[in-house]
T-cell receptor
């Protein structure tokens, strides 16, 4: 693994289903983030974690939950998907002690029908 | 509250022309970082530059240059002698360096370089 990986690459999901997007980084960064990207809106922060064991809400947290059991993994869960959660999801990580340059994963394209 | 405005939604230029992408930001913080990211058609986000709010010195990296002006809260990005490979969506972002250290993104500017 090099950098940040996300899985799956893409997914089509029926409304009401539960879905977990996976994110793993191997850079030992203390902070991790989940963003969603929608046309015309740029990237918006869903949840973040400044260090393992802590999480916080971003700009658009409703309908999503996260956990940070260890440094490397930061899964994003949609408990009951709705069509408005159709988006491209990006995971990112950064070392906040070194200027907070965020490195992004390749993204997960999620379609909720 | 943090806010980043990229007023140019789309720009088209002919190859070899220079182009400037505008970014205006709002923040109450005295210490912050500014960033530019590139998103090519393949979809990944590529980091281009980070600038500390205390450092107003302009920066040049090859055909790229950045003009940070604190007095006008702007952090503009110029590509000199544009190339087709520069076609992408470019995002400007702002981060505080306390608290959550989150990035606040502008809505992006889609640059198309016509051969």
């Amino acid at each position: 693994i090099a950098g940040i990986t996300q899985a799956p690459t893409s997914q089509i999901l029926a409304a009401g289903r539960r879905m977990t997007l996976r994110c793993t980084q191997d850079m030992r960064h203390n902070a991790m983030y989940w963003y969603r990207q929608d046309l015309g809106l740029g990237l918006r922060l869903i949840h973040y974690s400044n260090t393992a064991g802590t999480t916080g809400k971003g700009e658009v947290p409703d309908g999503y939950s996260v956990s940070r059991a260890n440094t490397d993994d930061f899964p994003l869960t949609l408990a009951s998907a709705v069509p408005s959660q159709t988006s491209v999801y990006f995971c990112a990580s950064s070392d906040v002690d070194r200027g907070n340059e965020q490195f992004f994963g390749p993204g997960t394209r999620l379609t909720v029908l | 509250a943090q806010k980043v405005t990229q007023a140019q939604t789309e720009i088209s230029v002919v190859e070899k022309e220079d182009v400037t992408l505008d970014c205006v930001y709002e923040t109450r913080d005295t210490t912050y970082y500014l960033f530019w990211y590139k998103q090519p058609p393949s979809g990944e986000l590529v980091f281009l530059i980070r600038r500390n709010s205390f450092d107003e010195q302009n920066e040049i990296s090859g055909r790229y240059s950045w003009n940070f002006q604190k007095s006008t809260s702007s952090f503009n990005f110029t590509i000199t002698a544009s190339q087709v490979v520069d076609s992408a969506v470019y995002f400007c972002a702002l981060s505080d360096i306390t608290g959550a250290n989150n990035l606040f993104f502008g809505t992006g500017t889609r640059l198309t370089v016509i051969p």
